[in-house]
């Protein structure tokens, strides 16, 4: 006799990720997420290159990919979340539907390029309410890929979505500052553009310092 498909999907996300992740992996009781995909003016005009630009270049040179980006949301372990995808309109905006309620999520965006290369943004939201507004900048994709790798998923959750406008907004000025050179073609360079800002900025590394230290009082607790 054929066996039933979902129970089988569900028992297999739950070893993955947990039961907290289980209503986000399936897009369950999520809410709606807009905003807009804008890049730096350099980059999209040549979209396909591999040179690194000026961080200076991001404000206020970015400009929107038009109706160039499919858009997706993730949970922060990096699973897709059903159904919650979309395609950027022609001023670049895009509506994402099921997006986990009160959780922190991964949204990213590709970009198409030229010779085959695309360009991959990024950005975290802790979507609330009927629908929240973000946006998917170099800035955001910066302080994305960069927590993930500097904090990682159970300091992200315990953040605001006022937290991380304040992050983002603080590594803006950092990096306009430092006018660092990075390269968003992949995360392995928003990363290491946020590691620089992070040595380099003691507003940007105190922030980040208060994520690892509850994330160590939540471990204490816990034992």
Sequence with gaps: MRQPVLPFLLAATLAVSGCADIFGVLGVMGVSVTG?????????????????????????????????????????IGLPVANSTARTDTTGNFRLEGVPAEKVSVIRATVPGKNGKTLR???????SGGSTVTELS???????EGLLREVGTSGIERMTQDAISELEHLVMQAAT???????????????????????ADAEVRDRVAELNAGVKTAALREK
């Design 36 to 76: 807009q995909v804008r890049v730096p003016q350099p980059q999209m005009a040549a979209i396909g290159g591999v040179a690194g630009y000026r961080t200076s270049a991001f404000f206020p040179g970015e400009v929107s990919v038009g109706a160039n980006a499919d858009v997706q949301t993730y949970t922060l």
């Design 121 to 127: 943004l990024a950005g975290l939201v802790k979507a």
């Design 138 to 144: 170099a800035v955001s994709t910066i302080v994305a």
């Design 177 to 199: 500052t430092s006018q660092r050179n990075v390269d968003l073609m992949g995360a392995e360079g928003p990363a290491s553009a946020f590691q620089a800002l992070l040595s």
